[in-house]
């Protein structure tokens, strides 16, 4: 006897209360992953401070600096912890989730779930065009970029304290992963 298997789709899970974490479709799999953890969430914060202002100055599109929906595909979904559409592409975002790839998704790797961030959405955000890919390394404080080059993805730079973080998509940016890691309140 043979079992049926769905594939789970946006409209399977659009309507799901959001107090269970991050739901995500990986090729038609639900999973779900824990709310990300105080540190994590500095760090996402502290980037949004730095990323936001930028992005707004330069009017260079739209800047998600929380979990949004992203439809990368039928069976294919994520919840970046930022990401930025440009100018340009802004008819894909919609009122609940955003309809295609983002030109950068930044994850900030969580020690619980590092290979998902590190292989399985490295390889989705390459398949389905995703234009940059930042990891946010929390163990080694440094910020990886990735550029899409046919297909798949090239290393732009991997930056510690002290070096600039590269990027093609936002040129002109000026960011010392220190102002990510560095916490304020800390004496």
Known sequence: MSVAVKLLTWEDIKDLPESHGRTEIVEGEFVVSPTP?????????????????????????????????????????????????????????????????????????????????????????????VSEYWLVDMREEAISTWRLQGGSYELLGRAQRGARVLTGILTGLELDPAEAFDDPFQA
């Open 37 to 129: 953890g105080s540190r994590h969430q500095i760090i996402c914060y502290r980037l949004a401070l730095k990323l936001g202002p930028y992005v707004a100055e330069q009017r260079l599109g739209t800047l998600f600096a929380h979990p949004i929906h992203v439809i990368l595909a039928d069976h294919v979904h994520y919840e970046p912890d930022l990401c930025f559409i440009a100018r340009k592409r802004s008819s894909i975002i919609q009122e609940a989730y955003i309809d295609g790839p983002p030109d950068l998704v930044i994850e900030v790797i969580s020690e619980s779930n590092r290979t998902h961030d590190t292989v399985v959405k490295y390889r989705d955000y390459a398949r389905y065009g």
